[in-house]
C-alpha cells in the first residue's frame, strides 16, 4: 500500500465521480437510441480514460508496481488541487444535469433527442470533458507519481481531439443550423470571451 494524504483527497474525488456516474448511467438506462456513431476505436478510447483516471491511480496505492516513477510534490500542489477536484466534480455533475437524458457515453442520440443550450451548456459546448481536463489538471497536482500524475490529462487529451470533431459532425446532422449557430455563439471547453460579455 502506497498511501498518502493527497492520494486519499484524490481517491474520494474518485468515488464521488463514479458515484454521479452511476447515478446517470442508471437514470438514462432507458432511452432508446436511434443514432449510433460510436466506433470501436471511441470505445477504446473510453477504456483508456476509465484506466488512466481510475485503473492507473487505484494501481499506485494498491500495489508496488508504480513505484520507480514516484517523485516528491511541494505541498502547495496539494492545497491547489483540493478547489480543482471541487471544481472539477461540481461541473461534472452540472454537465450530466443540465443534459439529462440527452446525455450518453459513447456518440449517439435518442429517438426524441434535445439539444442542450441552458444550464452550462449556454457557455461551451463541452463541459464535460472540460470537467475531465481538470480532473485530470487535479490528479496531476494530488498524484505525485510520472506515470499516473500525468496519464488522464494525456488520455483527455487524446479522447477530446479524437472524439470531438466525430461528435459535433453527429450533432450538425441532427440539429443542422441550430447546432451551427450554437457552435458560433460558445466555446469548446473554454468560454467565449463575447459569450461572457453579452450575456
Ligand atoms: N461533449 C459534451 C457531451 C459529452 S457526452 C460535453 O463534453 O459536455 C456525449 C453525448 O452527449 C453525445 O453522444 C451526444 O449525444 C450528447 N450531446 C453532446 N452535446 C449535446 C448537446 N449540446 N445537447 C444534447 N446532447 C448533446
Redesign the pocket.
Known sequence: MNIEPSHLLFLAGTAIYLTVRSVFLRRTSAQVKEVNKSSAGDRLLVILVGTAQVGLPLMLVLTPWLNAANYTLPPACMWLGLPVMVGALWLFWR?HAD?GN???V????NNN?????RGV?RVV??????SFFALGIGQALLLNNGVTGWAALLAVSVLYWVRVPH?ERM?IEAFGPEYLSYMQRTGGVLPRIATITCA
Open positions: 454537465a443534459l440527452s446525455w450518453s459513447s456518440l449517439e442520440l433527442h434535445q439539444l442542450v443550450t451548456y459546448r463541452h463541459p464535460m470533458y472540460a461528435e450533432m
